[in-house]
């Protein structure tokens, strides 16, 4: 029964990311403005954004603090998730084209998808006026990892919740 549920939820999975998924034949502003959307989640804005604010003080530097302990902490439980569970990605299973280079071979959860959830929610509770427009950046860069061929929408979406306990365990320990 168990097994049947996780071919049935891995099959929808499929079908939704190859309805989202960018044409190749796409415009190529299209496909410009969803690869900087994405690139906004990578290893080098995400540290930025979370490190480079450690040097102001005060709240700033509070919010900065949480940002970057959850950045970490989410990170690595990405990484431990993604060797174990070694989910191929897209194009290795249904040849899909990619608009970005892939970072691994791993799909599942999505790295990119968790950073930007990390740092939206840790800054967003720190700084409560910026949420919603962190929150909807967020979940435009998480959309576009799916929207670009790279994630499934369950990578994406487990990568968010996975940022999302982490900053919930984060603020009750702090």
């Known amino acids: 029964m168990t097994t049947s549920l996780l071919i049935r939820l891995t099959a929808h999975d499929r079908l939704l990311m190859q309805r989202l998924v960018i044409a190749p034949t796409s415009s190529r502003a299209t496909r410009s403005t969803w690869a900087f959307i994405t690139h906004l989640g990578g290893a080098g804005p995400s540290v930025l954004a979370a490190g480079l604010p450690l040097l102001a003080g005060g709240e700033v530097h509070l919010g900065a603090r949480l940002a970057l302990m959850t950045l970490v902490l989410s990170h690595l439980a990405v990484q431990v998730v993604k060797r174990t569970v070694a989910r191929r990605r897209p194009v290795q299973v249904i040849r899909c084209v990619t608009l970005v280079r892939q970072p691994d071979c791993f799909s599942f959860p999505s790295g990119h998808a968790t950073a930007s959830m990390s740092l939206a929610l840790a800054y967003g509770t720190a700084f409560p ?39 919930s365990i984060l603020r009750t320990v702090l």
């Not at 990892?145 to 487990?158: A, E, F, K, M, N």
Request: aromatic residues 8%.
């Open 129 to 167: 006026t910026w949420g919603v427009l962190l929150l909807v950046l967020a979940l435009l860069i998480g959309f576009s990892r799916v929207r670009l061929g790279v994630h499934y929408p369950s990578d994406v979406l487990i990568g968010q919740l996975m940022a999302a306990g982490t900053v």
